[in-house]
Nanobody, 129 residues
Framework: QVQLVESGGGLVQPKASLRLSCALS????????MGWFRQAPGKEREIVAA????????YYADSVKGRFTISRDNAKSTLYLQMRSLEPEDTAVYYC??????????????????????WGQGTQVTVSS
């Protein structure tokens, strides 16, 4: 019943910016810790960023810290990833994910892939000159 749909990917040049969106339907958005993951060709899926139910706690992978910003709008049931200063190393399929059951509370983030319950279909981000 829960569905996640990503959008906003595309082909951009180095140093460009993109904003990804993820819309959740079928359940109350604010009950989920949310995360962004990515998977490059030939590599394992890795966490990019995560955000608590309240939005007040965030986590970023070292590779994107300072360039990417995760945010959420609980009133719109939408998760965002603002990506700046994109480089070819950022090329990957980006997935949003929702964690309902790993822990209670509004001020915690989930970092491990196994703890997420629902996944979107992914959106391709390609950074190339």
């Amino acid at each position: 019943q829960v569905q996640l749909v990503e959008s906003g990917g595309g082909l951009v040049q180095p140093k460009a910016s993109l904003r990804l969106s993820c819309a959740l339907s079928g359940h109350t958005f604010s009950t989920y810790v949310m995360g962004w993951f990515r998977q490059a060709p030939g590599k394992e899926r890795e966490i990019v960023a995560a955000i608590s139910r309240s939005g007040e706690v965030t986590y970023y992978a070292d590779s994107v810290k300072g360039r990417f910003t995760i945010s959420r709008d609980n009133a719109k049931s939408t998760l965002y990833l603002q990506m700046r200063s994109l480089e070819p190393e950022d090329t990957a399929v980006y997935y949003c994910a929702a964690d309902y059951s790993s822990r209670a509370g509004t001020s915690w983030v989930t970092r491990r892939e196994i703890e997420y319950d629902y996944w979107g279909q992914g959106t391709q981000v390609t950074v190339s000159s």
